[in-house]
C-alpha cells in the first residue's frame, strides 16, 4: 500500500486538474472559484482575510493573481480599498457553477459512503494538527 503522503499528491492533483478542466468554459481555474465563494461568504471581505482563508490552498503571490483575474472578469469589484464583494455577474456566475460543481463532488464521491467521507476528513484534520507546529506537543527528534 502507497503511503498516505502519495494518495494527498495525487487526490490534490487529481481534484485540481479535473475542476480547472471543468471550469475553464466558465474562464475560471479551481482557485478563482474558491476566491468567489469566499468572496460570497464573507461580502466586502478584505484581501487579507481572503489570503488568510485560503492560505492552505496557495502562496499569497498566488492567491492576489486569483484576485486579480475574478477583479478582471467583472465577478468581484472593491467597495472600498482592498475589499471585496461579488457583482451581480459574480452572483449569477457563482450560481450556473454550483450545478457543474454539484456534478464535480458526485462524481468524486463515487463508491464512498457520507460516513467514509467524513472519517477521511477527520484523520487528516487530527493528522494536520498533531503536525502543525503551534499545536505539536513534542518537536520531532
Known amino acids: 500500500m502507497k503511503p498516505i503522503g502519495y494518495w494527498l499528491n495525487r487526490a490534490d492533483h487529481a481534484l485540481t486538474r479535473y475542476m480547472n478542466d471543468m471550469l475553464q468554459e466558465f474562464g475560471l481555474t479551481r482557485l478563482a472559484w474558491q476566491v468567489l465563494n469566499v468572496v460570497q461568504d464573507t461580502p466586502d471581505v478584505t484581501d487579507a482575510e481572503v489570503l488568510a482563508v485560503l492560505a492552505a490552498n496557495a502562496d499569497a503571490s498566488t492567491l492576489t493573481a486569483a484576485i486579480d483575474a475574478v477583479l ?46 467524513r ?21 520531532v527528534p
Open 72 to 117: 478582471a472578469a467583472g465577478w468581484a469589484t472593491r467597495p472600498a480599498p482592498a475589499r471585496l464583494t461579488l457583482t451581480p455577474q459574480g452572483i449569477e456566475h457563482l450560481s450556473e457553477v454550483a450545478q457543474r460543481v454539484g456534478a464535480f463532488r458526485e462524481l468524486s464521491m463515487t463508491g464512498i459512503s457520507p460516513e467514509e467521507y
Open 119 to 139: 472519517t477521511a476528513v477527520s484523520v487528516l484534520e487530527r493528522m494536520t494538527r498533531n503536525l502543525e507546529p503551534a499545536t505539536a506537543p513534542h518537536p
